[in-house]
């Protein structure tokens, strides 16, 4: 193969949890731009539908994409899958764990609120935990163990820039709003990002042997309607000056996912802008 064709996937089964979301549906997007076949896994069945239809416009009818409506943190669920997939394919080539309780700035999630660190609930700590790590953790076990049995496969782990670095409260914060009132950026967010680090980690030594690589893509915060005041804070600690458009990871995702990064395990690849240098 010349270097262009080693980012092809063609055939191989990727499997994608959290992928009916912003980030899930571009990573799917880019294995079928790399002639694979995307399997999205979410808790949302009209989104997994809705994805599923807007990819379908995309890249024609007879697109396959497979899609999943599960709770990844139930492992009886993702063994389910992972049998029926096998009964169709044979094989599952790759998982991308995409899936987090993600605080939106842009959106309504219940984590991205004014709570304070010290009044942090602990049931939320334990849900946001449970999807952003334990559900890592359940499908690197249950995929893992069928790539480690077929001698070939690849675990990617989508972290964040804020698996990297602290994240910067100050961006969220609005003037003439005492600080009990000031939204914060949660606790899990930073702890489930850098916990994906060391999962890739052990999960790369562990699988080194077995033909399977494991590694972990650090993205920014892409582009998504942020109001204005957020977005001049935010971009002033970007030496690039502006958000991630949500297209430009796929070519990273590819790399990661096929042969083109074949001899790349462990490793956390960083595409923020220039953020971390700072």
Request: proline share 3%.
């Amino acid at each position: 193969m010349n270097a262009i064709e080693n980012f092809y996937i063609e055939s191989k089964i990727i499997v994608i949890t959290g992928g009916a979301g912003l980030l899930g549906r571009k990573h799917a997007e880019a294995v079928i731009e790399g002639k694979g076949i995307p399997v999205l896994i979410d808790i949302s069945e009209s989104a997994i539908n809705n994805a599923k239809d807007k990819m379908a416009d995309i890249y024609g009818r007879n697109s396959r994409i497979e899609g999943y409506t599960a709770d990844i943190t139930k492992r009886t669920e993702i063994e389910q899958i992972a049998d029926d997939l096998l009964k169709k394919y044979g094989h599952i080539d790759v998982l991308i764990n995409n899936a987090a309780n993600n605080p939106k700035v842009e959106g309504s999630a219940v984590n991205m609120k004014a709570i304070q660190f010290e009044n942090f609930p602990l049931q939320m700590w334990m849900d946001d935990m449970a999807v952003g790590l334990t559900g890592a953790f359940i499908c690197a076990q249950v995929f893992g163990k069928i790539m480690a049995e077929q001698r070939s496969g690849v675990i990617l782990n989508i972290s964040s820039d804020l698996g990297i670095i602290a994240p910067d409260q100050r961006i969220y914060q609005k003037e003439g709003l005492a600080d009990d009132e000031q939204t914060v950026k949660p606790v899990t967010y930073s702890v489930i990002k850098h916990g994906l680090i060391g999962l890739t980690k052990y999960l790369a030594t562990y699988y080194a042997e077995k033909g399977v690589r494991a590694n972990t893509l650090c993205p920014a915060g892409v582009f998504n309607g942020q109001n204005e005041e957020f977005l001049s804070k935010l971009t002033n600690l970007i030496p690039m000056g502006r958000m991630a458009d949500a297209e430009e990871y796929k070519s990273t995702i590819l790399y990661l996912i096929s042969d083109a990064g074949s001899y790349m395990t462990g490793s956390t690849v960083v595409v923020d802008g220039g953020r971390t240098c700072w």
